[in-house]
Every structure is written in structure tokens, then in C-alpha cells.
């Protein structure tokens, strides 16, 4: 395979939701839903609840990878109180402890991982919100990182995705600048190029709508090439930007949100081959499915309930039934929502799940290694993470005949 191909497959773990082993940095490819799973009502989903205290002062973003390459995921969370990266160890008895205090320039917030500089490790990309730039920080593959590299962005960038859009072979960076309330001005996306040495060139802006909060790359219409989708809270809308493998974009359409929209997945939702995406609002209770028709063009869809205050969505097959289903954190009410698909294209009541105090961030990852996706949710305002274990008894699967 080319390297190239490698990295348009790795991770962007900000940018898809559950991908089994992404945190090691295997090849990966963009959930999809089964398209044969039946049109029985959805089975529930259960979780063991972990915490783990006193993390730090605000615990924000949350990501995993095997750090050290002990065969255990390990935790990496910002902190945008204490200024820093934070590593935490895991252990093989599901402990986790805090090994790595890396510091990651003012207002840490937004956090992505993946192989800049091509020896085998995932490095860490932290938007550095109130210094206006992002910071780089290579790991060593036993577990710290190197000290971070600055790059100057765009005002208050927040979200990052990671992907290789000029197709040179190198990761490339794109940020999301959340800008100041007072700006009146379009926001900012901050695109930056790779050169695989861990290094990225200066950044390249473009114009993003009112207060741009999160971003993912994709191949969304079918070329080949990634292209973007940048949520606007402000304008209420998902703005697409198709890309020419250049490293170029072109604005295709805006998707109104139906509210300030805060937080974006990809995934194929409904199983048709084609790339959809998956949005929660601050300020509205629902959040909704925008289905792709693989040319680059998005219709509302199903939506589901998320709860107030929705800052962070996740998508994963949580009960085993070959539907993918969303997890949304809510920093208003404290809990994680869980929206189950039901094979007819909707979702069913949500599923609460108390979690620590003011939840900003929730990824989902199968961090004990059993086949199931489990959800990690950063607790702002407990200085904590929550790990929900994912117990749901999974259908066997069946043999393939021989």
C-alpha cells in the first residue's frame, strides 16, 4: 500500500468515532453501518462506570493510544487550566496512572493524534486556543513526548483533523479557529502542510463561516481526495469543502444544523456506501443525521435526542447489532446520552448515563481490548475522567461458511 493511503486511512480520532485498535495505528476506514443488520427493535446497552479522580483542573479533550507500546491504551488529555498535555498510563487491571505533564501552550483544548514524522508513534496536535496557534509534540514510543513546537493559527482555534490532503505521502493539519465573540467577520479554518519530519508549514486560511467549532475530513463526494466539513455554530451550518488532492478547496454546500450545531462525525450512518454526517447542538435538544448521496450533497435525516448542551459527539456500534449509534455529552445535565439506531432509518428515546460534571468531550474507543466500543468522556468540572465500560452482551457472530 502507499504511504499515502496509510495516512488518509489513519485516524484523525477527533475525527471518526470508533475505529477498533485506531489508537495503535493500524490502517483504519470510516465506521459504516451493516447494511444487512435485520429491522428488529434495537437491543439496550450497559456500561460499568469507572472514574478516574483528580486527573487535573479542567480536564477538556480526551484520546488514546498505546503511548508506550506495553500492548495497554493509554490516556491523553489537555487540560486548558493547567496548561498542559496530561499522559495517563494504563495498566492491565484497567488502572490508569498519571505519568506525563507535557505543557501545551495557553488554553489547551482541542486534541488530535497521528504519526507526523513517520517512525511508528502517534504525536499529539494540541489547539493552543489562547495563544492562537497550535502545538506539536512528538512522542518517543515510551511514553512522553517531546517539547512542543508552535505554529501560529487563526483566532482561538479549537478542533483538529488530520489527513493527508495534498497526497504527498505526509500528514497534514487542519484547525478550526473559533474566533472571539466580538468578531464580525467570517471565521477561520487554518490548513496546515505536513512535510514528514514532524514539521508543518505556515498556514493557509480560509473562510469558514461565523464561529467554526469543529471539523472533519472525509471523501464525501467519491473522488478520491479528502474534503472537508466545518461546523459553524453562529450560522447554524455544515459548510463542505471539496478538496483537488492539491491540498485545495472548493466551498461546496452549506447544511443548515437546525440550531448551533457545536460537534461533527463522519460515518456511513445507514449503511448505503456513502459517507454521513452526525451533528449535536448547544442550544437544542436534539441532533441530527445529514445523509450523504457520495457526490458531495447532504439531506437532513433522522434525528435523535442529545439533551442540552450537547458539546461532543461520538458514534460507535455499542449494542452489537450492525447499526451505528450516537453518544452525546451533555455539559448542562452531566450525563451521556446514548441514541440507539433501529434499523429503520431513526433512533430511539435516549439512554442516560451519569457521568462526572460538566462533560466536554467523549470519544469512543475499545480501550480493554474485549471488542467492544467503550466511551471515555473528559469531566471539565470534576477534574475527572469517566470511563464507561461497555458490558452489553454482544450477539455472537457467525462463522463464515467454508
Not at 486527573?55 to 487540560?79: C, E, M, R, S
Not at 454521513?276 to 437544542?284: E, L
Amino acid at each position: 500500500m502507499r504511504k499515502t493511503s496509510l495516512i488518509k486511512a489513519t485516524l484523525l480520532l477527533a475525527a471518526i468515532a470508533f475505529l477498533p485498535y485506531a489508537a495503535s495505528g493500524q490502517k483504519t476506514a470510516a465506521p459504516t453501518a451493516n447494511a444487512t443488520a435485520s429491522a428488529s427493535p434495537p437491543s439496550g446497552v450497559t456500561f460499568e462506570t469507572k472514574t478516574i479522580p483528580n486527573v487535573g483542573p479542567q480536564p477538556f479533550a480526551i484520546a488514546a493510544d498505546d503511548v508506550n507500546k506495553d500492548g495497554v491504551l493509554d490516556l491523553l488529555v489537555t487540560d486548558p487550566s493547567a496548561l498542559l498535555l496530561l499522559t495517563l498510563i494504563g495498566k492491565p487491571d484497567g488502572t490508569f496512572s498519571i505519568t506525563g505533564f507535557s505543557p501545551a501552550g495557553q488554553l489547551p483544548r482541542g486534541l488530535a493524534l497521528a504519526d507526523l514524522n513517520r517512525d511508528g508513534s502517534l504525536d499529539a496536535v494540541v489547539a493552543s486556543s489562547q495563544s492562537d496557534a497550535i502545538s506539536v509534540l512528538l512522542a518517543d514510543g515510551k511514553g512522553s513526548f517531546a517539547p512542543r513546537k508552535e505554529y501560529k493559527a487563526g483566532e482561538r482555534p479549537f478542533a483538529i483533523a488530520i489527513g493527508d490532503i495534498n497526497e504527498d505521502g505526509h500528514a497534514d493539519v487542519v484547525v478550526a479557529n473559533e474566533s472571539n465573540v466580538s468578531v464580525t467577520g467570517p471565521g477561520k479554518v487554518s490548513v496546515f502542510f505536513g512535510d514528514g519530519t514532524g514539521a508543518l508549514n505556515p498556514q493557509k486560511d480560509i473562510d469558514a463561516g461565523r464561529f467554526p467549532s469543529d471539523v472533519q475530513m472525509a471523501d464525501f463526494n467519491g473522488d478520491k481526495h479528502l474534503d472537508l466539513v466545518v461546523i459553524n455554530w453562529g450560522t447554524q451550518e455544515a459548510l463542505i469543502f471539496l478538496g483537488n488532492g492539491k491540498g485545495e478547496f472548493q466551498k461546496g454546500e452549506s447544511v443548515p444544523t437546525e440550531g448551533p450545531a457545536y460537534s461533527v462525525q463522519v460515518a456511513d450512518m445507514n449503511g448505503d456506501g456513502h459517507l454521513d454526517i452526525v451533528t449535536c447542538n448547544i442550544g437544542a435538544p436534539r441532533g441530527r443525521v445529514m445523509l450523504g448521496d457520495g457526490k458531495g450533497h447532504f439531506t437532513n435525516g433522522p434525528g435523535m435526542r442529545t439533551g442540552t448542551g450537547c458539546r461532543s459527539v461520538a458514534v460507535a456500534d455499542l449494542n452489537g447489532d450492525g447499526r451505528l449509534d450516537v453518544a452525546a455529552a451533555n455539559t448542562n445535565i452531566a450525563t451521556v446520552q446514548v441514541s440507539l439506531a433501529d434499523g429503520e432509518g431513526t433512533y430511539t428515546d435516549s439512554l442516560t448515563f451519569p457521568v462526572g460534571q460538566l462533560p466536554r468531550w467523549v470519544t469512543a474507543t475499545d480501550i480493554n481490548k474485549d471488542g467492544r466500543p467503550d466511551l471515555l468522556v473528559a469531566d471539565m468540572g470534576s477534574k475527572s475522567v469517566t470511563l464507561l465500560i461497555n458490558t452489553t452482551p454482544f450477539p455472537a457472530k457467525t462463522k463464515p461458511r467454508k
